[in-house]
């Protein structure tokens, strides 16, 4: 079996509200859906989500980067010749989402030609993820009562906070408010997306030090160097790099220079096989793993959960998961759904991803 | 398919000659052969090779931690569910040849049930792999005439060299040697399974600087701590690990003691699970790898080539894949074959292993 043709396909599906970050706001999921199919009629699926301003990829680049360089580069190889695809897409430096969407979409021909779910072919720890849901800002009360709506709508008991605004008692109120609304039964963590200061970001943890976070992501930018290296010296939560560790060498170098105590996985990012790297990595240094959302629609979730459930080390915590619940719609024949607080990986070979045709002729901006 | 029997079975096949290091000899290959089956019917296979001056471990405390202990965990598991049965394993400390026997053997009823090799499983990246001969202790011109019938024989032009002898001039007159008599056109390298004391391994090492040896293995044990960080501080030539990098938690600490720059991989000890993540580990740490030989028989050497040759980090350079060369027999249908100083990953679904049962028959020790 071959790779015989590859397809980057753009598409946008509005959200359900405008999503705002300290580094950015979006309004649709302007994604790219990617399709590589084979000689033998068997075609892997999976999805690239463009984030210029976290790793500088338009929809547009990654398009011109699959259609352009990448698919001439892949087709012809089998799909079990990962390490020889890698090498050759690696000759081209960045664009993580469109590497790791090929990485994910020739992971999913593997197991569809062998009859094996990925999370079987790379681990097969469990076949389930608890999901984290993400509480996006607003005002204090707002942000409570969305968090009881989702609690009591899906049974999600772990929260990631977005913080990073200015002034920091903006973010601190809502803390507060979350652990107060929300009592002692739910977990709580805060993702700064870099928005504070190193020093903003140390006040902020001091007055959030009776919130039992768990931990706290990305408050300041890893290049505040020594800032950041103060700042995890200090604190007495741990410090997990997000955005900052999109690549192996970024982990080694961001968790060795004192600037993390914990890593973010998205496969987004480093795909199935880079995202094994990381998590071998991390597990090798011993520190902790959370399997992260990069504001990913149904397949990019149902991927980040198959990568999750397959091993011990990324089951061990709640996986953000549920970024595609503000979506207005998606593309896949049968929705995700979270029950319990708990996604379950789709059961069938490969990803088992089946795309909704009507739904993708309709959102699909190449038309 | 569920595993449902497990056996662990010792057989004793010959030395051509004994075989002699730093640290012990040895006159025959008493190993384990682990199989498990499935009540599908198929049997995956490996071997355990004991080394109770590496590792601690007999052929008779194999036999009891794999029928006493490890068999009722794995039994009624799935092949796929490799890490349940990680986690189930981890339980029990040390043990690392026969926790990885077991690994490889899934492995082997995995790549079989799904009709693909190991090595395309892993990784695929290519189908063969050079190999590195290692030259056991002699007098130089014995060790120079065999180094030159390997060559000879097999094309064979990587040598490993013992060292680690006292007085270290008979290393060092070795070495001079060995390039002498082989010419620019080797790669040599010296492993001195610890030996040596760290001034001791200084000192050769000076004496060998203009023998441009690519590395040089565990000169001296990694308890001498300090004076092995110093060596390595200050050598010209890269200091691999070996014995004492048996599992990720070691690589990480001896790494960033800055006890070694490079890493042998053997899947003798860590299998292919913990063998990929010892190799992402140093991938990410940025640090070289070569695969190493736990003095395997035929079945351990094509374990550790199929490994080998699944990734491009592992494959670029040559593997130490001949130590069973000096074995007076074994128990391969089909025996291995060197040419043209490279090793073929078998073709054929998982290992691709078939056993002459009327060698076993012979071979085994408990019958």
Known sequence: MKISKVEAIPFAIPYRKPLRFASGEVTAAEHVLVRVHTDSG????????????????????IRAVVDGIFAPQIIGLSPLEREVMHTRLNRTVGNPTA???????????????????????????????????????????????????????YGITTFKVKVG?????????????????????????????????????????????????????????????????????????????????????????????GAANGVSIKTARTGFTYSQRVLHLCEGLGVEVVMGNQIDGQIGSLCSAAFGAAFELTSRRPAELSN???MSDDLLSEPLQITGGTLHVREGAGLAIEIDEDKLAHYRQDG
Chains 1, 2 share one sequence.
């Open 42 to 61: 068997l075609v892997g699926i999976a999805e690239a989500p463009p984030r210029p301003f976290t790793y500088g990829e338009t929809q547009a680049s």
């Open 99 to 153: 590497k790791s969407a090929l990485d994910m979409a020739v992971w999913d021909l593997i197991g569809q030609s062998l009859g094996v779910s990925v999370t079987d072919l790379i681990g097969g720890y469990t076949d389930r993820m608890r999901v984290s849901h993400m509480v996006g800002f607003a005002p204090p009360g707002e942000m409570v009562a969305e968090a009881e709506r989702i609690r009591g709508l």
């Open 165 to 257: 605004r200015r002034p920091i008692e903006l973010d601190i109120e809502v803390c507060k408010a979350l652990r107060a609304g929300l009592g002692d039964g739910v977990e709580l963590y805060i993702d700064g997306n870099r928005g504070w200061t190193p020093s903003e970001s140390a006040r902020a943890l001091r007055a959030m030090e009776d919130l039992d976070l768990t931990f706290a992501e990305e408050l300041c930018p890893a290049d505040d160097v020594l800032g950041r290296r103060w700042l995890v010296s200090q604190s007495r939560i741990p410090i997990f790099a997000d955005e900052s560790v999109s690549r192996p060498g970024e982990v080694t170098r961001e968790l060795l220079a």
């Open 324 to 326: 595609f619940l503000d």
